[in-house]
């Protein structure tokens, strides 16, 4: 008599594709996520001009002796950062904030290799033909190569400013770096998102209710770029009162550049005001949102996108607030960075699981 087995369904190819896919996607997001804590630690540490030339192959090898230390310290003192503000710097300091720069670098060629390699892995198996049912899949991950590619570009790009004529990056720059990897962030996040839920599983809500859910991502967007700016000019140090500045709704010198349209780039009373009161604004807004959500008796995963989207700007406002209070002590800065991806992807989720009739 035959032996009788009892042996599980197996999964259908284009599901295994896309869970591998999918992922493949989620680790990505998680590493360009932890890219920008680290990023924000290497800027809140000082540490971001410490390594002067740029060198994408041979830049992952540390220093290994003393000479490679007294050849990279030597570059260093030629900066204006170090002339203007560190002279004097000992070789045990100039180590301290070497290291934040060259593990901030090191870790973005990781997420290279950990995107790169897999991708081609993956198109070679046939995972991307079996899980693409748009035709459009194999077009979505060689722009994220791309992005991730010109985004490595843009850092260095930045780190240039700072190595000329002043001791700190250009706010713009910076900003700009933020923004390209919030944004390579995001696509990787949707399309991860696309793989597993096909658009059409979403619940059914009202069209304002999309275009409110696409307006938040895009205020959220607003805030961090903003936040970056006040970064990049130290203005979190400043008029540490909450919600006044230093007794003032507005600073009187919150005016003092011409023409008046730069103060809110370069004013550092102006820049952290707009901060402040897009923050405010967004979090009004989004707490909007999810009441809105609640009356169109949203239910399942739409409803915990929409109430984890209200959890997170409670989060975030309450780590924005005490980081300008406690003068940006360097964990709850980070961690109010941290917040900004949070929620950004908390309102994506929500845009995902909805659909308007």
């Known amino acids: ?25 989620f680790v990505c997001a998680f590493m360009v ?48 950062e170090y002339v203007l503000e560190n002279a004097g710097m000992s070789l045990a300091a100039f180590k ?7 593990f901030h670098r090191l870790w973005g060629r990781l997420i290279g290799l950990v995107f790169a390699l897999p991708l081609l892995w993956f198109w070679l198996r046939g995972d991307i033909g079996r899980a693409d049912r748009g035709g459009t899949l194999k077009w979505k991950l060689l722009g994220l190569l791309a992005l991730g590619g010109l985004q490595g570009a843009l850092g260095w790009y930045m780190v240039m400013s700072g190595l000329v004529d002043r001791p700190s990056v250009s706010q713009y720059r910076l900003a700009a770096h933020l923004s390209a990897a919030i944004l390579i962030y995001l696509l990787l996040v949707w399309v991860g998102f696309g793989l597993l839920r096909p658009k059409g599983d979403g619940a059914i809500v009202s069209r304002s209710l999309r275009l409110h859910g696409w307006a938040a991502l895009a205020m959220v967007g607003a805030t961090a770029f903003w936040g970056a700016l006040v970064a990049g000019l130290d203005a979190g140090m400043a008029y540490n009162t909450f919600p006044l ?19 809110f780039f370069e004013n550092t009373a102006m820049v952290q005001f707009t901060h402040r009161w897009l923050a405010q ?32 700007v409670l989060l975030q406002v309450s780590l924005g607030v005490g980081t300008l209070l406690m003068r940006v002590p360097i964990p709850l800065a980070a961690a109010h960075q941290a917040g900004a991806l949070l929620l950004l992807t908390a309102v994506l989720w929500f845009l995902h699981e909805t659909r308007r009739a």
């Open 33 to 80: 996520f932890a890219m920008a804590v680290i990023g924000a630690i290497t800027r809140l540490t000082e540490s971001g001009l410490s390594m002067v030339v740029w060198e994408p192959l041979i830049g992952a090898i540390p220093p290994l002796n003393q000479a490679d230390w007294n050849q990279v310290f030597d570059l260093y003192k030629q900066t204006p």
């Open 281 to 312: 604004t967004t979090a009004l807004f989004l707490l909007l949102l999810w009441v809105r959500g609640r009356i169109e008796g949203l239910s399942g995963r739409a409803a915990t996108a929409a109430a984890s989207v209200a959890a997170m």
């Open 245 to 263: 500045m230093d007794g003032h709704v507005l600073p009187p010198e919150a005016w003092s550049l011409n023409p008046p349209s730069i103060n």
């Open 96 to 102: 301290g904030i070497y290291f934040w720069e060259w």
């Open 1 to 25: 008599m035959a032996a009788v087995t009892d042996t599980a369904p197996a999964i259908p190819a284009s599901t295994a594709s896309v869970r591998r896919l999918a992922a493949w996607l």
